[in-house]
């Protein structure tokens, strides 16, 4: 995975803040949790993948430009 500039991973800390609520479309991993499967935002690394806290336990990261999930927004 390339990593992107301190300026997009910046942009992303704000565009996903912790405890931002999304929901999984596509996960490219094996062991991805199933489509559908909502989780709450814990942070964004310095590579820029997303930290989430997934329902159904599973903590895998989500990859920009790699992985899809829609923002449903933060309770």
């Known amino acids: 995975m390339k990593r992107l500039c301190a300026e997009k991973i910046n942009a ?5 803040p ?5 929901v999984l479309v596509y996960m490219d991993d094996p062991q991805a949790p199933p489509p559908g499967t909502e989780g709450r935002v814990t942070g964004v ?3 820029g993948s997303l930290l989430v ?3 159904n336990g599973s903590g895998l990261h989500l990859l920009l430009g790699v992985d899809t999930w829609v923002k449903v927004g933060k309770e």
């Open 53 to 55: 806290s997934w329902e």
């Open 18 to 22: 912790v405890g931002t609520k999304i």
């Open 45 to 47: 690394d310095d590579m």
């Open 12 to 16: 992303l800390r704000k565009s996903y």
